[in-house]
């Protein structure tokens, strides 16, 4: 039996009385990547976001890394530290340069000295190309230049998981590429990765499985290929015809 | 005929002229009549003489009032004060009431006024009587504190002064001992020169502190207490754990709604009575923990505005990235949250100095205070105008240096482009 990374089990979510997740059960193997597109309010987000518990499944279960996210689940924080995170709207933070922005976490969660933190920012600065912004407020920076160094911050703390909640989507069409160049790169070391996203281009060239999502459920669940020159369901044909 | 046209380009030549010659006379008018108390325009009925210099004035804006007239220091003029006949006119009233004003001030406060001499008499004069002041000044720095004693509240002060001063000039990392220092040790320190009663300095008990230095180690003590406390109830408030949360709620509510003149009196006559028998805790420290929960339910409020001002996603990406509650607040939030909310700490601040003269009512005597008991000694009766007209001044400029530093610190870190 091949290992799981992530493992979800009947996983339902209500915010209030709306049923937002019914019935997910989802499975990622290490070094997978996962692509998971849908319409919109079709729970997507809200799925990934459970994966590092920025929020709360109410039924059934959810397994990282060998761990059970639950109520008294004590090591959240180790377990979010694994789990890099990439948010639509960037979240850098303002007060902090882009250097601080990226060694603040490894100091004070992995309480990596100063020096050795910064060098791995660094260096994950080199790897999406901004390095010579490093010392910059995140305001002076474009779009894409932010993005980028949201996902460099999450570099920074060597997950295991990186979680893309559709990065792109906040982005001028011009700095959408740029972005996407570092997920690819990203993608071929090896990372396991699940992305929402509408970028089709970028699912065909990256993702081992597609996920259709619509009104809470996953739709279907195929390999890339088969998922855009075969779809099974008519709800994703009719999603596809829209988008492609 | 050309004479009644409209103010326009065309005319601009003679309008302007006139208009600004009218303008002039009406306002050397006033002054005249304000400063050397002339009438240069008796010779006219004493009903239109009184209301001329507006009219003249009036008619003078009106005629000057050329919209594009192509001469950018009259543009900028009429925008501003000239657009229209009503703001014509508010700014007449303006400018004559700002003329007759400044000679009977000047009267007052200088040319009038009596600086030598050592008693009531020597005020003859109509101004005001600085004398008091000088008299009494080492009262109202010191208070009822012992003369021979008092170097040691200036020491106390030169110190604190030198290490604000040398810690502005030296490196960041020598900053964090300067400012240890003048968090943790200094304040105990200082106090423990003031009070005396060992390293064989005589003791001064705390009900014969006062006036100035009362009101500055009073501010001090609140406002170094206030602020931490302020931010733990403002977090509390906001705590997912109802027990914290609703004991933050309550505290804030109880305080924010007893008036602060009720909690002293409070603190210093009926809290006493709640002791057990043979305890004993000094009024000014009592006064001091009062003042301290009052100002701290304020900045609780405060700093709540700018904790909620944050977008949710400074939040979660500070989760994501695997911090706790702690770490979160105090390396993200926190630091975004206290600037956006300066300008209403600064609020906060100002208020809690203002406030320090209400201690008066448990019979403590800062600035204010000492000045009103000054003003009632028989030698010296007739002296509140003097009085709190100093005091208004050096509240003033405590307050005002204190909103500079606050503007100042905005600007410093603002990393917005």
New interface residues.
Partial sequence: MMSKIIELKNVNKWFDKFQVLKDIDLEVAPQEKIVICGPSGSGKSTLIRCINRLEEHQEGNIIVDGTELSESTKNIEKIRAEVGMVFQQFNLFPHLSILDNCALAPIWVKKLPKKQAEEIAMNNLKRVQIDDQALKFPGQLSGGQQQRAAIARALCMEPKIMLFDEPTSALDPEMIKEVLDVMVDLAKGGMTMIVVTHEMGFAKEVADYMIFMDEGKIVERAKTKEFFENPKSERTKLFLSQIL | MNLIAKPSKENIRTYVPIGLSLVSLSILDVFANAFFNLNLMAFFPSQLNYFLPLILGFIGFYLIRIEFSGVRSLDILNKNINSNNFNALLTLFTIFIIIKSIPPMLDWFILEANFVGNSKDDCTGDGACWVFIKVWFNRFMYGLYPDAEQWRINTAFLILFVVVGVSFFVTEKLKKYFIFFLVFVFPFLGIKLISGGSFGLEYVESAAWGGLSLTFIISAFAILFCFPIGVILALGRRSSLPAIKYISIGFIELWRGVPLITVLFMSAVMFPMFLPDGTFIDKLIRVLIAITLFEAAYMAEVVRGGLQAL?K??Y?????????YW?MNA??IL??AL?LVIPGIANTLLALVKDTPLIFVVGLMELAGMIGLAKTNPKWLGMAMEGYVFAGLVFWVICYAMSRYSQNLEKK?S???
């Fill in positions: 977008p996603g400074q979660e990406a500070a989760k994501s990235l695997g911090m706790g770490r390396l993200i630091p975004q600037k870190l990393t917005e482009r």
